[in-house]
Structure formats: structure tokens, C-alpha cells
């Protein structure tokens, strides 16, 4: 879903619970790195938005603005989380 940037699918995927990181030797395979080696720069940013960390690095493909973007929308994510 995220090589391909099926975006909803994802959404869904993590709110079930699917992980964001995984173990060191799957780093690879990640959902983020998957986002990244599809060139899918909306499902990254989402991924990011989600809380998907971005190891030091890795080239995310993203502008710094989109970068920031969605790192502001992750810290709104865990504001609303900690307030509930």
C-alpha cells in the first residue's frame, strides 16, 4: 500500500494498529522506506504525519516545507492524543 501510495489503505491500516517501525533488520522494508523507494511523496508525508520517524539520513524526498509540514501535523496528532 505504501509503495503503490494507496494513502486510504494505509490510513486504515494504521489506525488498526499496523506498525509504523519496524525491527532494525526490516528497517528496509518499512512502510516509510516502501513510501520512499515508491516515490509516493503524499504517502510519505502522511506516514510522517502519522508519526513514522525518519531515520538520520534517509532522503525522504520532500521539501523542507513538506518535511516541516508534516512533522507539524504529527505534533498536533500527539497534542490531541495526550489532551484526550
Not at 45 to 53: D, F, H, Q
Not at 67 to 82: D, F, Q, S
Request: aromatic share 2%.
Amino acid at each position: 500500500a505504501c509503495f503503490l501510495g494507496h494513502r486510504d489503505i494505509v490510513r486504515g491500516l494504521v489506525k488498526r494498529g499496523a506498525p509504523l517501525k519496524l525491527p532494525p533488520a526490516l528497517a528496509e522494508a518499512s512502510p516509510l522506506v516502501m513510501a520512499i523507494k515508491g516515490g509516493q511523496k503524499k504517502t510519505t508525508r502522511l506516514l510522517i504525519s502519522l508519526g513514522a520517524k525518519v531515520p538520520a539520513g534517509l532522503d525522504t524526498g520532500l521539501t523542507p516545507e513538506e518535511y516541516e509540514e508534516a512533522l507539524a501535523k504529527a505534533r498536533e496528532r500527539a497534542a490531541r492524543r495526550a489532551a484526550r
